[in-house]
């Protein structure tokens, strides 16, 4: 049977028992839910790659730990969100100021395209606190619903909306 027809329980099986390749077919199934998670919450460049293999590294030290309660992606987004919120902190101690680029390739295909929206809302997004980024991120750009972004970061469903809620007056208050 191929890798990519296995279910993720069987993946993680196989990687218990030593087989490296099955772990390479679940980097490349969550690689890119995983980054858009990290560029949603730190931007472009070295550190939010950095930060993506890290999620995968933690993911392997912590394999024998996973017990499938959640799933294998809201596992992955989990590390991911918890490793973006210490290197906002790192950010914060080092007091450094980063030029987040949109990837401009990848906008152009959209017909309703505008660089300069589009750079304005992703300088916007950047500027809110984490607690706020954080759902913004998962609930608007990378489209969960809002209880799976409860799930994803431990949070009440009414604190989700709340957070929601606020962070979208932040929002409209940094883009007027």
Partial sequence: MQESALTDTEIISAVRSGDRRAFNALVDK???????????????????AEVGQDV????????????????VGTYLTRIAMNLSYN???RRMRRREIYNNEIDIEELRDDKNYDP???SMVRAAVLRLKPKYRS??????IE???TNETAKILSLPLGTV????????????EILQ
């Fill in 56 to 71: 995968f590294v933690r993911f392997y030290k912590a394999l024998d730990d996973f017990r499938g309660e959640a799933g």
């Fill in 135 to 140: 759902v913004v991120v998962l609930r608007l």
């Fill in 116 to 118: 300069e929206r589009n």
């Fill in 30 to 48: 969550y690689e890119p839910q995983v980054a858009a998670t990290v560029i949603g919450m730190l931007g472009r460049g070295p550190e939010a």
């Fill in 143 to 145: 489209g969960h619903s």
């Fill in 87 to 89: 290197e906002i902190k």
């Fill in 161 to 172: 909306l709340s957070r929601l809620s606020r962070a979208q007056k932040m929002l409209r």
